[in-house]
């Protein structure tokens, strides 16, 4: 069972920077992804970016690329989540979540997320 916990959510104004931590603990995550996404009131999850935990290629959503960074540490078995010139349209709650390269996202494990909140 694997278990995912964010922290570094809060309240910064717009154009500042925040560093999203998610500690994972249960597995080996070697042959995991791990991923992380958004959710604002009203609106469908959606996906913003993924590291693979074996050789830390990413992927991201195209809106975030540039400004949003994932990144992992393999010896506290922590991603993060660096994001930059933040906008009041990133406020959201945030979800860090874990797969298998063999499943979806909905298959996967999901932590109970961490609000950003980025007032104008």
């Known amino acids: 069972q694997v278990q995912l916990v964010e922290s570094g959510g809060g309240l910064v104004q717009a154009g500042g920077s925040l560093r999203l931590s998610c500690a994972a603990s249960g597995r080996t995550f070697s042959s995991y992804i791990m991923g992380w996404f958004r959710q604002a009131p009203g609106k469908e999850r959606e996906f913003l970016a993924q590291?693979?935990?074996?050789?830390?290629?990413?992927y991201y959503r195209d809106s975030v690329k540039g400004r949003f960074t994932i990144s992992r540490e393999n010896a506290k078995n922590t991603v993060y989540l660096q994001m930059n010139s933040l906008k009041p349209e990133d406020t959201a709650v945030y979800y860090c979540?874990?797969?298998?390269?063999?499943?979806?996202?909905?298959?996967?494990?999901w932590g109970q997320g961490t609000q950003v909140t980025v007032s104008s």
């Open positions: 979540a874990a797969r298998t390269s063999y499943t979806g996202w909905n298959l996967g494990s």
């Open positions: 590291i693979r935990w074996s050789d830390g290629d990413t």
